[in-house]
């Protein structure tokens, strides 16, 4: 099945610094889902970015699916920023049977 | 508001007594799905829903049951539970026409089981 691995693990950044988290998947999708889960808990929806990029706010996506990869960009990170970064990919890769597979995540703080 | 609402968003129950996790969306999907989280292992999914009347099982689903009575509804149901399934746990909805397969979270529920 699909592999999906996420990089780095974990990051500390001072409030203010940017930063590029990046998501490596094994096979071909046609879609890929930015996540972030918040200190409580909550998965919030960042991007929807099959192929392309995508900017909202001081957060932006960009997916080459030819090269299987996605990178998700924050700049002027702010303390709210902190929490886990999750990609997910179709687990057949195509996403016809809306089955997830989640990386294991970036663990971000932002300290002040 | 589009949203995934799941009801209760905590419990703590003891092994064996019976619960259900509600989970309804507003946003006439067809596809929801339930998965746990748990430290180390990640995201799992434990069961899916194509529409109404269509489920199977995900990664992990025993333990578990599901129905899928209303397009909107999709409760989990632990029959019997046990200290193992101590986990958070997320409901998922989404479309499943064609390009269309973004997936919407419900806020989580904690689940303790003594």
């Known amino acids: 099945g699909i592999q999906v691995e996420q990089s780095p693990p974990d990051l500390i950044l001072q409030e203010g610094a940017n930063s590029t988290l990046r998501c490596n998947f094994s096979d071909s999708v046609n879609n890929l889902q930015w996540f972030h889960q918040n200190p409580w808990g909550q998965l919030i929806n960042l991007f929807y970015i099959p192929s392309g990029t995508k900017q909202n706010g001081r957060l932006s996506a960009t997916t080459v699916a030819t090269e299987r990869y996605s990178l998700l960009y924050i700049s002027s990170s702010q303390t709210t920023d902190s929490g886990v970064y999750f990609c997910?990919?179709?687990?057949?890769?195509?996403?016809?049977?809306?089955?997830?597979?989640f990386g294991q995540g970036t663990t971000l703080q932002v300290k002040p | 508001e589009a949203q995934v609402t799941q009801n209760p968003r905590y419990l703590i129950t003891v092994t064996g007594k019976k619960l259900t996790v509600t989970c309804s969306q507003n946003?006439?999907?067809?596809?929801m799905s339930w998965y746990r989280q748990d430290p180390g292992l990640g995201l799992r999914q434990i069961y899916y829903?194509?529409?109404?009347?269509?489920?199977d099982k995900g990664d992990v689903p025993e333990g578990y049951k599901v129905s899928r009575k209303e397009k909107r509804n999709f409760p989990l149901i632990l029959e019997s539970p046990s200290p193992n399934q101590t986990s958070l746990y997320f409901c998922?909805?989404?479309?499943?026409?064609?390009?269309?397969?973004?997936?919407?979270f419900g806020p989580g529920t904690r689940l303790t089981v003594t």
């Open positions: 997910a990919v179709p687990r057949d890769g195509s996403g016809n049977t809306g089955k997830l597979i």
């Open positions: 998922a909805s989404s479309y499943t026409g064609s390009g269309a397969y973004e997936q919407y």
């Open positions: 946003m006439n999907h067809e596809y």
């Open positions: 829903s194509m529409n109404v009347e269509v489920t």
